[in-house]
């Protein structure tokens, strides 16, 4: 089963401040990795797919980078609706699918 | 746009089965463009994958719950269901649905709370 530690595990942060949040497997999955946010009370929302590929509907200060092992989610410019939990998942060559722990990004 | 709704019972006892339905809509459960996935998530935990089904009936289940879990489809209802055996508190979870397209899940249910006690 691979293994996906998010850090850090809460993130305070102003709005209009840069977020950057890591993802790091503990085996290659590839560029098949995931990030979605949950506000309280909701379902998980998908943000980007295949490390780097904005869903439908996602704004573009949401971006996604890395391969391999290394993954990182970059929100630009803090709006105020970003403050929630983002997990990443990995859909990598055989399930089980895997989430990692989550990061709270939450307001200073 | 795929709708998910799940409905079932919110408290199982001990040692029974836990028995979930997910109502689809604005999509086809015999279509080849989705997988069906229950997911689910403790109170104040993170995420935990249980298991897929695909058009074909075919299924992949989360190796740690797999001798406990079926999934399965119901094509004339357009839903899918997940049975889960031997329940215990740490069963105690909101379970969500969720479809797969074309990468991640982008279509999920509202959750629905399940709570294990007598």
């Known amino acids: 089963e691979i293994v996906l530690t998010q850090s850090p595990a809460t993130l305070s942060l102003s709005p209009g401040e840069r977020a950057t949040l890591s993802c790091r497997a503990s085996q290659s999955v590839s560029s098949y990795l995931v990030w979605y946010q949950q506000k309280p009370g909701q379902a998980p929302r998908l943000l980007i797919y295949d490390a780097s590929n904005r869903a439908t509907g996602i704004p573009a200060r949401f971006s996604g980078s890395g391969s391999g092992t290394d993954f990182t989610l970059t929100i630009s410019s803090l709006e105020p609706e970003d403050f929630a939990v983002y997990y990443c998942q990995h859909r990598s060559s055989w399930p089980p699918w895997t989430f990692g722990q989550g990061t709270k990004v939450e307001i200073k | 746009q795929v709708h998910l709704q799940e409905s079932g019972p919110g408290l199982v006892k001990p040692s029974e089965t836990l028995s979930l339905t997910c109502n689809v809509s604005?999509?086809?459960?015999?279509?080849?463009?989705?997988?069906w996935s229950w997911i689910r998530q403790p109170p104040g935990k993170g995420l935990e994958w249980i298991g897929y089904?695909?058009?074909?009936?075919?299924?992949i289940y989360n190796p740690s719950l797999k001798s406990r879990v079926t999934i399965s489809l119901d094509t004339s209802q357009n839903q899918f269901s997940l049975k889960l055996s031997s329940v215990t508190a740490a069963d105690t979870a909101e379970y969500y649905c969720?479809?797969?397209?074309?990468?991640?899940?982008?279509?999920w249910g509202q959750g629905t709370p399940v709570t294990v006690s007598s």
């Open positions: 089904i695909y058009y074909s009936g075919n299924t």
């Open positions: 969720a479809c797969e397209e074309v990468a991640g899940f982008a279509f």
């Open positions: 604005g999509g086809s459960v015999r279509s080849a463009s989705y997988y």
